[in-house]
């Protein structure tokens, strides 16, 4: 192949990568919620990525430089759509979304009914007087600290508390209970 014709691929190739890089930049900046922003950074990045690893598997012109190229393309189709569940999965849970943009919200019915039963959980369990409670169970992890929380636990494990071995809390002082 001709080097004009080699260098024209290249820039094609590295122009489009560009240009979805900026598209997710861009899409980071002016996206009004988190949900939309998890998409602007995911989905084009990853052709971007592409476009820029072809450019570079057309420009060195070696067949021992694909499998190194295939393995960073991998890694990142394995990992942008898992990394984008958990923001997403995270900003859901924070409430850090806007409802009157869903146009389905598929997890409502069960965060509702898993909060009816969180509810009906601690109810059960002051009936009970906490008799039977485990203490390094967080039944609350967004609580304020000393609400309970595990800060207690931490502290004892760091040697700050009066605990100060690991897994002297639990019963016989077995770390695995």
């Known amino acids: 192949m001709s080097q004009e014709l080699n260098d024209l ?3 094609i190739l590295m122009t489009g990568g560009a240009l979805m890089s900026l598209a997710a930049a861009i899409g980071l900046m002016r996206f009004p919620d988190l949900m939309s922003r998890m998409h602007a950074a995911s989905k084009p990045q990853v052709l971007g990525l592409l476009l820029f690893l072809l450019a570079m598997a057309v420009q060195f012109e070696s067949w021992s430089l694909l499998p190194v190229l295939a393995v960073c393309w991998l890694f990142m189709i394995l990992t942008a759509p898992v990394s984008a569940h958990m923001v997403g999965r995270a900003g859901y849970r924070t409430k850090h979304l806007r409802p009157e943009l ?15 039963l969180l509810i009906q959980a601690r109810t059960d369990s002051t009936e009970d007087d906490g008799a039977g409670e485990d203490p390094l169970v967080d039944d609350d992890p967004g609580a304020p600290a000393g609400e309970s929380s595990l800060d207690d636990d931490v502290q004892s494990a760091a040697g700050l508390g009066p605990d100060t071995a690991q897994g002297a809390r639990r019963p016989g002082g077995n770390p695995e209970g």
Request: proline letters at 0%; a negative charge; charged letters at 35%.
């Open 102 to 116: 869903l146009s389905i919200d598929e997890l409502d019915d069960v965060v509702g009914r898993a909060q009816e």
């Open 9 to 11: 691929i290249v820039g």
